[in-house]
T-cell receptor, first 112, second 109 residues
């Protein structure tokens, strides 16, 4: 039981490049979330999903896209990377109702 | 609007007790969570309150007052490994999760 896994762990992008951050969970949880965390700051919600085929914007969605074709996978897409997207990205999953979130280890992204 | 406030940084002594406060404003309320985050790592769940009162889990306790929009995390018998950031998260309406900026706790010997 791996919980929530994220790949890659680290990535350096050039301005304008695109990439997909992968997130997979094996807990069969319906709710999944993508956050970014800038140094010394809290978590900002980018996108979330309440089940396969259903996604919605969070607090800071601009510059990102998501899809949720299966319960297990919730990839985050950056189309035109910008230096402002340099951050640590966390994916999480949780069960129905008010419930604890299980986080992946994070992806540290630098855009130069 | 929706907002969560907590102090930026606190310092405490090993073996002592520390209380980290969190005030919140959310549209709808489904619970308040506390997470611990060590530097360079992902947050991990500590405790959860949905009803008023105190929830105790070993050295850690969390309190909630819904009428006052207020919660605190109480850490007893502080250990050096408790040096971390403590994040307050509120479950609002429409699946929206609102996070505080985190309180960095520094433990001194």
């Amino acid at each position: 039981n791996a919980g929530v896994t994220q790949t890659p762990k680290f990535r350096i992008l050039k301005i304008g490049q695109s990439m997909t951050l992968q997130c997979t969970q094996d807990m069969n949880h319906n709710y999944m979330y993508w956050y970014r965390q800038d140094p010394g700051m809290g978590l900002k919600l980018i996108y979330y999903s309440v089940g396969a085929g259903i996604t919605d914007k969070g607090e800071v969605p601009n510059g990102y896209n998501v899809s949720r074709s299966t319960t297990e996978d919730f990839p985050l897409r950056l189309e035109l990377a910008a230096p402002s997207q340099t951050s640590v990205y966390f994916c999480s999953a949780r069960g129905a109702g008010p419930n604890e979130q299980f986080f992946g280890p994070g992806t540290r992204l630098t855009v130069l | 609007g929706q907002n969560i406030d907590q102090p930026t940084e606190m310092t405490a002594t090993e073996g002592a007790i520390v209380q980290i406060n969190c005030t919140y404003q959310t549209s709808g309320f489904n619970g308040l969570f506390w997470y611990q985050q060590h530097a360079g790592e992902a947050p991990t769940f500590l405790s959860y309150n949905v009803l008023d009162g105190l929830e105790e889990k070993g050295r850690f306790s969390s309190f909630l007052s819904r009428s006052k929009g207020y919660s605190y995390l109480l850490l007893k018998e502080l250990q050096m490994k408790d040096s971390a950031s403590y994040l307050c998260e509120g479950d609002g309406s429409n699946y929206q999760l609102i996070w505080g900026a985190g309180t960095k706790l520094i433990i001194k010997p």
